[in-house]
């Protein structure tokens, strides 16, 4: 996810580099929910529907970008680093659909949540704690990314 949000600086949304990243994306969401329903303990089943859950809401961050920063999708805005300072002077903004707004806060939700199930195995498990708390990082750089998008 951290090479995704980097490789977003460099495409504008809705473009090919964009789609890339949702096929990406969704491959490998499919291949943790494969996994996870092939595992036999219930905290590796958990695990593996928390990376689905962030998987999801990582799609829909690059999907609906351009609508939950309130740009028009053919603009070019609606994504990271300078060139949304440089459309938004010039791009009138839209507001945020209602549903946009509710999916998004849903997401950031779900991804604190997910933060927390990993936090509580941080602590829970003296073993794997690299593992933990790269996702706790994980969820809350996630969180706060949806959050921040939010007009």
């Known amino acids: 996810m951290s090479v995704a949000m980097i490789v977003m600086i460099w495409w504008p949304a809705g473009t090919t580099g964009t789609w890339v990243q949702v ?8 291949a943790v929910l494969v996994g996870g329903l092939r595992a036999t303990r219930w905290p590796v089943r ?4 928390a990376h689905v859950l962030l998987t999801g809401a990582m799609i829909w961050m690059l999907a609906a970008m351009p609508l939950i920063m309130g740009h028009a999708p053919s603009s070019g805005g609606g994504h990271h680093g300078a060139a949304v300072v440089a459309t938004s002077a ?8 209602a549903a946009v707004a509710v999916i998004t806060w849903s997401l950031v939700a779900v991804s604190v949540v997910c933060g927390l199930w990993w936090l509580r195995r941080l ?10 708390g790269c996702h706790v990082l994980m969820a809350g750089g ?8 939010m007009p």
């Open 142 to 149: 996630m969180a706060l990314m949806l959050a921040v998008m």
């Open 90 to 97: 010039t791009t009138p903004a839209m507001s945020t659909p």
């Open 23 to 30: 096929v990406v994306f969704a491959v490998i969401g499919a």
């Open 46 to 49: 958990v695990d593996s529907v």
């Open 123 to 132: 602590f829970a498990a003296p073993r794997g704690v690299l593992h933990a």
